[in-house]
């Protein structure tokens, strides 16, 4: 599975941006569950959301709860994260990945069985 995550920038706080995942490869799309991690500078890569093959599920940090909606479209092999209300917190680097085991759920899945991830994209937020 290739991915390749899009639409990051520079925004003010308060704005919205929403970002994609577009997945390629020999692994079919529905097939595969989502999730969009974030890393900022100097800190570790954190948890963002995550969803279900399907889409039916959903599950999100506390951080970006009510804010952030993760959502995919089967058809066109694409993950998106609806990202309102940013602030300056969010800053950080945006990866998507993915993961094609299910020995966990969608909630209780690690990091660590996320084996396919995209390049990143940048988002800022200014205060």
């Known amino acids: 599975v290739q991915l390749q995550a899009s639409g990051g920038g520079l925004v003010q706080a308060g704005v919205s941006l929403r970002l994609s995942c577009a997945a390629s490869?020999?692994?079919?799309?529905?097939?595969?569950?989502m999730g969009w991690f974030r890393q900022a500078p100097g800190k570790e890569r954190e948890f963002v959301a995550a969803i279900s093959r399907s889409g039916g599920s959903t599950y999100y940090a506390d951080s970006v709860k009510g804010r952030f909606t993760i959502s995919r479209d089967n058809a066109k092999n694409t993950m998106y994260l609806q990202m309102n209300n940013l602030e300056p917190e969010d800053t950080a680097v945006y990866y998507c990945?993915?993961?094609?085991?299910?020995?966990?759920?969608?909630?209780?899945?690690?990091?660590?069985?996320?084996?396919?991830w995209g390049q990143g994209t940048l988002v800022t937020v200014s205060s």
């Open positions: 990945a993915a993961a094609d085991n299910f020995l966990h759920s969608i909630v209780t899945r690690p990091v660590g069985e996320y084996y396919y």
């Open positions: 490869g020999r692994r079919t799309f529905s097939s595969i569950d």
